[in-house]
Nanobody, 120 residues
Framework: QVQLVESGGGLVQAGGSLRLSCAAS????????MGWYRQTPGKQRELVAA???????NYADFVKGRFTISRDNAKNTVTLQMNSLNPEDTAVYYCNAHVLDTVLVGRNYWGQGTQVTVSS
């Protein structure tokens, strides 16, 4: 079993910053891609940013230049630094990881979600 635990959500004023962190633990052999998604009521979950094990990154257009994703492969963590937040960024943010476990089975895992609220 693999668990993803997120932290760092909360309430911030428009223009402010938040930093989300996600730590993976359990029967991990290797973590391939990691990323952050977000979801608002009535809408599908959407990709915010992703990062490969080699450090290549991919961002949704609506966060380019404002958000930065990074990871620490030794600690199995991924971080999302969010700057210049606006009310449209309000959502539940989910950590995602594609994990190869200790019996070499690959699976996609999700964190429990952390609420980010940006007030105007």
């Amino acid at each position: 079993q693999v668990q993803l635990v997120e932290s760092g959500g909360g309430l911030v004023q428009a223009g402010g910053s938040l930093r989300l962190s996600c730590a993976a633990s359990g029967s991990i052999f290797k973590i391939n891609g990691m990323g952050w998604y977000r979801q608002t009521p009535g809408k599908q979950r959407e990709l915010v940013a992703a990062i490969t094990s080699g450090g290549s990154t991919n961002y949704a257009d609506f966060v380019k230049g404002r958000f930065t994703i990074s990871r620490d492969n030794a600690k199995n963590t991924v971080t999302l630094q969010m700057n210049s937040l606006n009310p449209e960024d309000t959502a539940v943010y989910y950590c995602n990881a594609h994990v190869l476990d200790t019996v070499l089975v690959g699976r996609n895992y999700w964190g429990q979600g952390t609420q980010v609220t940006v007030s105007s």
